[in-house]
């Protein structure tokens, strides 16, 4: 009688155990909202970042984690922005999410982001400076003066580009982003 006992109770725990027990699908999408702005000019690959969701985590219609659950994850590459080319570029990943009061290990696919790139913005500026140089050179100096102060207006154009000319990729604080899981992960 005990020992009938016993494997029923062994039966009901192993079944509330299964019950607890919820799995995190590969490709289920997370949306979740940036504690602080990651800019490609300061981060560095292996940087921490808190995060919350900014929709609830909802599996075959159980919701395991509310909206405003904590988020981790991690930079994968950053790379900085060059002066006149080369826009700075970003890779983020997620590594937990908070369900039950747990952090619970995911995997998911990065999500990149790249800053504007340099290319109109500079042919802008040389071009510009090059044109107003041309102007005032013409109208000091006649033609000859006109192509001095195009070369002169387009070394200064030039210059203006390299001074102002990173061009960062920036995910802003608050910033929302949706990340898809590339593994299972068991919830307990």
Not at 124 to 134: E, S, W
């Amino acid at each position: 009688m005990l020992g009938k006992f016993l494997k029923t109770i062994s039966v009901l725990t192993a079944l509330s155990l299964a019950a607890a027990s919820q799995t995190i699908p590969a490709g289920t999408h997370l949306t979740v909202r940036l504690g602080s702005e990651i800019s490609s000019g300061t981060a560095k690959a292996g940087d921490r970042f808190d995060a919350t969701l900014a929709r609830s985590l909802v599996v075959n219609g159980k919701t395991l984690a509310r909206s405003g659950a904590p988020v981790r994850g991690k930079v994968t590459s950053a790379k900085s922005s060059g002066r006149l080319h080369a826009p700075g570029e970003l890779a983020l990943r997620l590594t937990s999410v908070q369900v039950n009061g747990r952090m619970v290990p995911i995997t998911t696919h990065s999500y990149f982001a790249k800053g504007k790139g340099h290319t109109k913005s500079n042919a802008t500026k040389i071009g510009g400076g090059a044109a107003a140089g041309a102007l005032i050179g013409g109208l000091v100096g006649g033609g000859k003066g006109a192509g001095i102060g195009a070369l002169a207006g387009g070394g200064a154009g030039t210059g203006v580009a390299a001074a102002t000319g990173k061009e960062e990729a920036v995910v802003p604080a608050e910033g929302s982003l949706t990340f898809t899981t590339t593994t299972a992960a068991a919830v307990r």
